[in-house]
């Protein structure tokens, strides 16, 4: 059974710093591409950022190009995504998959002063 669980977020000031984890569970977690997400109150759930299954490469939206950066841990299951220079509009729930269901629960950013 595939499981995520999110951890790492919270509420930092505009300019702040955050890390969030995703442990995952119940596949093969080094044979997929893994994807951050994020959904904002009343919107769908739009990609973040991507890597490759050995982390070799990695891709992300116009948003959060230069700001972010997602990594990977094969051995502990674990992908991360570092996030730099937090601006208000990256408030939203933040989640992992490598695919479009069973989602986790997803960690909260908040941004505000």
């Known amino acids: 059974q595939v499981h995520f669980v999110e951890s790492g977020g919270g509420l930092v000031q505009p300019g702040g710093s955050l890390r969030p984890s995703c442990a995952a569970s119940?596949?093969?977690?080094?044979?997929?591409?893994m994807s951050w997400y994020r959904q904002f109150p009343g919107k769908e759930r739009e990609l973040v950022a991507v890597?490759?299954?050995?982390?070799?490469?990695?891709n992300y939206a116009d948003s959060v190009t230069g700001r972010f950066t997602i990594s990977r841990d094969n051995a502990k299951n674990t992908v991360y995504l570092q996030m730099n220079s937090l601006k208000p509009e990256d408030t939203a729930v933040y989640y992992c998959?490598?695919?479009?269901?069973?989602w986790g629960q997803g960690t909260q950013v908040t941004v505000s002063s």
């Open positions: 998959n490598f695919r479009l269901f069973d």
């Open positions: 119940g596949f093969t977690f080094s044979s997929y591409a």
């Open positions: 890597i490759s299954s050995a982390g070799t490469s990695t």
